[in-house]
């Protein structure tokens, strides 16, 4: 979890986050975006669903895609959202998963 910031800095720096990000793949072809309190939801045409949510309790936001789930801390020191676990940033590893799922070369923002 992440202790370096307040649940109201959470709250602002997730929010902005989830509607950057929905900013910057909203209008692509092949994938249909919504973002309904903290979940932002991505369909593809075949009906498969990738999820990246806000985690009050954890202060992270979560990603659920390819039958896989990571867990983002904010970095205060980078500005950005980290996986726990592997160490991927937020931005690069959504990109990475729509790519592999559109088949074509995919960057967020």
């Known amino acids: 979890m992440s202790t370096s910031i307040t649940e109201q800095e959470f709250e602002r720096l ?15 072809d092949g994938l249909e975006v919504s973002l309904e309190m903290g979940i932002l939801t991505l369909e593809f045409p075949n009906g498969a669903k990738y999820v990246v949510n806000s985690h009050r309790a954890a202060r992270q936001i979560w990603m659920a895609a390819e039958l896989r789930a990571w867990h983002f801390d904010y970095e205060v020191a980078s500005r950005a959202w980290i996986a726990t676990k592997s160490g991927d ?21």
């Open 14 to 28: 997730a929010d902005a986050e989830l509607h950057a990000i929905e900013a910057a793949i909203g209008e692509v």
């Open 89 to 109: 940033e937020l931005r690069a590893a959504l990109g990475g998963v729509i790519e592999r799922k559109l088949g074509r070369p995919f960057k967020v923002g």
